[in-house]
């Protein structure tokens, strides 16, 4: 499925200023187009909004998964074979199936929400947490767009992010970046919003980049 367009605007709110430094909260709305309609029984997973242990966050690190939204047909496949891997003594097969299985109990079932009047346009929305690195006052926001199971068309496909980070946050330019799909970096530009003391941080990129925020108190 061929993207023309995915617009992503994130709000980081600084919620760990009030509640002892546990964690911040994300919402997160994307503006999908598409080059065709997208079949009514496709679905994502996206996080619930529930708050996930740091050890769990941890695992989903070392067995290399992510909390972005998940193609429901997709999100648990090559699992089935859990079993086959323990007695195979295969560890690394054991710890990706888990983690899989893990990743779906703090995912929800979304549906695609169709904009009236506007052919192949949706919006899909969620909200989770965040949580300081190291317990210290930094913290690190990731996404990775296209979602799952979507691809930038290749004649003109865009991506473009854009964050507004918690109020105070100081953004590290050393750590804060777009990878592409061959490892180069993407440069991110920074806006200060004196008048509320936040700042805004946008990327715009052609194919698969992932991005990073890193920012501190």
């Known amino acids: 499925m061929n993207i023309r367009l995915q617009d992503v605007s994130v709000v980081i ?13 994300v919402h997160v709305e994307t503006l999908l187009v598409m080059d065709e309609p997208i079949p009514a029984e496709e679905t994502w997973y996206v996080p619930n909004g529930s708050s996930v242990p740091p050890e769990v966050l941890n695992f989903f690190k070392i067995a290399g998964i992510d909390m972005n939204p998940k193609k429901a ?18 560890l690394q097969g054991v710890i990706e199936d888990a983690a899989r299985y893990m990743m779906r109990a703090v995912l929800k079932k979304t549906p695609l929400t169709a904009i009236s009047g506007s052919p192949n346009t949706y919006l899909l929305s969620y909200d989770y947490k965040i949580y300081p690195i190291n ?22 496909g865009r991506v473009q992010l854009t964050i507004i980070t918690p ?22 530009l920074v806006s200060p919003v004196p008048n509320v003391n936040r700042q805004i941080v946008s990327f715009a990129y052609q194919i698969d980049p992932d991005f990073i925020v890193r920012y501190r108190y």
Do not use: C, H, M, W
């Not at 047909?73 to 003594?89: H, N, V």
């Not at 317990?135 to 003109?156: C, Q, S």
């Not at 109020?167 to 991110?188: F, R, Y």
């Open 13 to 25: 709110n600084g919620t760990s200023r009030y509640n002892g430094n546990l964690y911040d909260t």
């Open 167 to 188: 109020i105070g946050a100081q953004i590290d330019t050393s750590l804060t970046k777009g990878v592409d799909e061959n490892g180069q970096e993407i440069s991110e």
């Open 135 to 156: 317990n210290g006052t930094d913290y690190e926001f990731n996404i990775r767009v296209p979602f799952d199971g979507l691809t930038v068309a290749g004649n003109g």
């Open 73 to 90: 047909s997709t999100i648990l496949q090559g699992t089935e074979d859990i079993r086959e891997q323990a007695e195979g003594e295969n």
